[in-house]
């Protein structure tokens, strides 16, 4: 899609700090609890005295071809045709314990489920919009804005890919050519002992 919007990732950067995750829960108002709409894993390897570590930046990818929405049979879910955010109508959500097929579908494990009033049972689903109230502000997503270590960047994947040396995956990540998903990455890379 042309004009898709989605995130750049630095794996040569990211520190695991967790700034990004902590900032979008306080953005959002998403209590503490179990609901994440940015999850941060680390990936350790190798002995002494050649230890790595890297660490990966998982959210909603935006996907080109999002399994949750084909999944959904509820159309609660939509991609926007101007910029390729995938939104969620909690209205229209039936909840975990009804469906979670969404859940189910996404290979990254992006759906949340969080019980609010009013929610049906198992909470509806929620999960990152890519800061859409930001971006019609004429700002960045809060997780790029709250990076100390500058590891993230938002905007239209064209441009990105211009911007960065890239490529679509990273160590720890599996990337689906099915399912489009709407970042890139500047790898760190895992050099061998000596």
Known sequence: MKGQKGFYFDQTRCTGCQACAVACKDWHDTPAGPSRWIRITSKEEGQ???PTVSFLF?????????????????????KREE??????S???CV???ACGLCLEACPYRAPQFRATPGAPPGGSMEKCDLCLDR??????????DSCPARALDAGLLE???????????????????RLGPSIIFRPKKIFPPE
């Open 48 to 50: 002494f005295p050649h």
């Open 58 to 78: 998982h959210y909603c990818y935006h996907c080109a071809d999002p399994a949750c929405l084909a999944a959904c049979p509820h159309d609660a879910i939509s």
């Open 83 to 88: 910029d390729g955010i995938v939104l969620v």
């Open 90 to 92: 909690a209205e229209s």
């Open 95 to 97: 909840g975990k314990e």
């Open 135 to 144: 971006w019609d502000a004429g700002k960045r997503p809060i997780c790029v």
């Open 159 to 177: 441009d990105l890919a211009k911007e960065y040396r890239t490529t679509p995956g990273a160590d720890g990540f599996t990337h689906s050519a």
